[in-house]
Nanobody, 126 residues
Framework: QLQFVESGGGWVQPGGSLRLSCVASGFTTDYKAVGWFRQAPGKEREGVACISYSGGITYYADSVKGRFTIARDNTENAAYLQMRSLKLEDTASYHC???????????????????WGQGTQVTVSS
C-alpha cells in the first residue's frame, strides 16, 4: 500500500511535548510537500502544518503556531512534527499526507493531499 506510517503518539499532560514521525511506505516523497493533519472525534479533519520539498516553505495553522514545528528528512522519506506546550484541544488522531505544494496563503485542504497514513493518536489529559 502506498501510504505513510505514523508513530510517536501517546498520552501526555497539558504543557507536555511529543514528537511525531511519519515515513512513506511504497512511494517516495521526492518533490512533494508533506502535510500533517489531525482529526478529533466528531470533528472535521484539520490541517496542522505543511512543509515544501526543500523545507524552505512551511505553513502552520493558527491554532498551533509557535508551539509546533514541522521538519522533514528527504533521505529517509520522512517527516516530523515536534509538538510543545500541548493543550487539551490538541487531542486527536494525527495523519501525514503528500501534496504538490505547501500552500501558505490558505488553510490546508485534505482534498489536495494523497497517500494518507492510518494516523497516530495523541491524547492530552491531566
Amino acid at each position: 500500500q502506498l501510504q505513510f506510517v505514523e508513530s510517536g503518539g501517546g498520552w501526555v499532560q497539558p504543557g507536555g511535548s511529543l514528537r511525531l514521525s511519519c515515513v512513506a511506505s511504497g512511494f517516495t516523497t521526492d518533490y512533494k510537500a508533506v502535510g500533517w493533519f489531525r482529526q478529533a472525534p466528531g470533528k472535521e479533519r484539520e490541517g496542522v502544518a505543511c512543509i515544501s520539498y526543500s523545507g524552505g516553505i512551511t505553513y502552520y495553522a493558527d491554532s498551533v503556531k509557535g508551539r509546533f514545528t514541522i521538519a522533514r528528512d528527504n533521505t529517509e522519506n520522512a517527516a516530523y512534527l515536534q509538538m510543545r506546550s500541548l493543550k487539551l484541544e490538541d487531542t486527536a488522531s494525527y495523519h501525514c499526507a503528500v501534496s504538490s505544494f505547501c500552500n501558505v496563503l490558505a488553510q490546508m485542504r485534505p482534498l489536495e493531499y494523497d497517500n494518507w497514513g492510518q494516523g497516530t493518536q495523541v491524547t492530552v489529559s491531566s
